[in-house]
């Protein structure tokens, strides 16, 4: 086959692939098949978009935890079946075609890259897949029909450097967030009037400065340099629970995500941070040390700044 044969014979098999990889779902098909974006759940047997900056790949899911997902990638595409491949017939997806899983290229990403619901494959489907699936390190090796065709060989390596930078996406954890720890303030020896004078000079109010210097709340670079200023020291800013962060990774707050890092000029992780310590904030005044509901949290509060809990982007 010649070079230029190759080419084209890839831009057949990964095209439709990533073509899928964004799906022209609109909010209310989504909304209708999956409910409200605020209450998706990712589950075995789903099929769902994952996106990190511009890569998009459609992944089957097989196992949930509580932060990470185990997957598989998917592709519009029929190819022949081969050791680390199975063909799923048109009847058993949405997408009207065959659909090919490619069980070789299985791997645990965190749950922050899933973007959105795409099909929901049958029960039977998802135990064929179970069966079948493989890690990485227990693949076949590279034989057979299959894996005879140079442009399948190619449109597999493009995957598994797609899968590779799904893999590496960057989360914030609590263990991160302790970098925003910096010098402590002895709130019993500050004055009214130099409260007064942070607030002022930060433009917001007294409660909000409160949370700042007792570390409910992360400085910005802007807010520390300010309280250095006025009071010799920035708070300590102590992480937000684990399982606050933990829900904000989860896919049904991405919208709340994207708009904060589009606003802020934040990376998604960063953006979680910041929206983490303000329903943290929200929280201790509320609830002092108990651990609530962090969804139920997360949507008061987003109520309460006048965001849709549901919003797209």
Not at 63 to 81: G, K, L, N, W, Y
């Given at each position: 086959?010649?070079?230029?044969?190759?080419?084209?014979?890839?831009?057949?098999?990964?095209?439709?692939?990533?073509?899928?990889?964004?799906?022209?779902?609109?909010?209310?098909?989504?909304?209708r098949r999956f409910?409200?974006?605020?209450t998706w759940?990712?589950?075995?047997g789903?099929?769902?978009?994952?996106?990190?900056?511009?890569?998009?790949?459609?992944?089957?899911?097989?196992?949930?935890?509580?932060?990470s997902?185990?997957?598989?990638?998917?592709?519009?595409?029929?190819?022949?079946?081969?050791?680390?491949?199975l063909?799923?017939?048109e009847?058993?997806?949405?997408?009207?075609?065959?659909?090919t899983?490619?069980?070789?290229?299985?791997?645990?990403?965190?749950?922050?890259?899933?973007d959105?619901?795409?099909d929901?494959?049958?029960?039977?489907?998802?135990?064929?897949?179970?069966?079948r699936?493989?890690r990485?390190?227990e693949?076949?090796?590279?034989?057979?029909?299959?894996?005879?065709?140079?442009?399948?060989?190619?449109?597999?390596?493009?995957?598994?450097?797609?899968?590779?930078?799904?893999?590496?996406?960057?989360?914030?954890?609590?263990?991160?967030?302790?970098?925003?720890?910096?010098?402590?303030?002895?709130?019993?020896?500050?004055?009214?009037?130099?409260?007064?004078?942070?607030?002022?000079?930060?433009?917001?109010?007294?409660?909000?400065?409160?949370?700042?210097?007792?570390?409910k709340?992360?400085?910005?670079p802007e807010?520390?340099?300010?309280?250095h200023?006025?009071?010799g020291?920035a708070?300590?800013?102590?992480?937000?629970?684990?399982?606050?962060?933990?829900?904000?990774?989860?896919?049904?707050?991405?919208?709340?995500?994207?708009?904060r890092?589009?606003?802020d000029?934040?990376t998604?992780?960063?953006?979680?941070?910041?929206?983490?310590?303000?329903?943290?904030a929200?929280?201790a005044?509320?609830t002092?040390?108990?651990?609530p509901?962090?969804?139920?949290r997360?949507?008061?509060?987003a109520?309460?700044?006048?965001?849709d809990?549901?919003?797209?982007e």
């Amino acid at each position: 086959m010649t070079s230029d044969e190759t080419d084209a014979r890839l831009n057949h098999l990964v095209a439709p692939a990533q073509q899928a990889a964004a799906p022209q779902l609109t909010e209310t098909a989504l909304e209708r098949r999956f409910g409200p974006r605020s209450t998706w759940v990712p589950a075995p047997g789903q099929i769902w978009r994952a996106m990190r900056d511009d890569i998009g790949v459609l992944v089957l899911l097989l196992a949930i935890e509580a932060d990470s997902v185990t997957a598989v990638p998917v592709t519009i595409e029929s190819i022949a079946e081969a050791a680390d491949t199975l063909l799923i017939e048109e009847q058993s997806s949405s997408f009207g075609v065959e659909v090919t899983v490619w069980l070789g290229l299985r791997r645990d990403l965190s749950i922050g890259v899933l973007d959105r619901p795409v099909d929901d494959m049958a029960g039977p489907v998802v135990r064929r897949l179970a069966d079948r699936a493989v890690r990485p390190e227990e693949a076949p090796r590279a034989t057979g029909a299959g894996w005879s065709d140079p442009a399948v060989s190619e449109a597999r390596a493009v995957l598994e450097d797609d899968l590779a930078a799904l893999v590496e996406a960057p989360e914030m954890n609590a263990a991160e967030a302790e970098g925003h720890v910096t010098d402590a303030i002895d709130i019993d020896a500050l004055t009214p009037e130099a409260l007064d004078e942070v607030a002022s000079r930060l433009g917001t109010s007294l409660p909000v400065v409160l949370d700042l210097i007792d570390g409910k709340r992360a400085p910005t670079p802007e807010q520390t340099a300010i309280m250095h200023q006025v009071l010799g020291a920035a708070p300590v800013a102590a992480p937000p629970p684990r399982g606050l962060l933990t829900e904000f990774s989860q896919p049904r707050w991405r919208g709340l995500v994207r708009h904060r890092r589009r606003r802020d000029d934040l990376t998604d992780a960063a953006a979680r941070l910041a929206l983490a310590y303000e329903v943290d904030a929200m929280a201790a005044r509320q609830t002092g040390g108990q651990e609530p509901s962090w969804p139920d949290r997360i949507r008061r509060w987003a109520q309460g700044n006048q965001l849709d809990p549901d919003i797209a982007e």
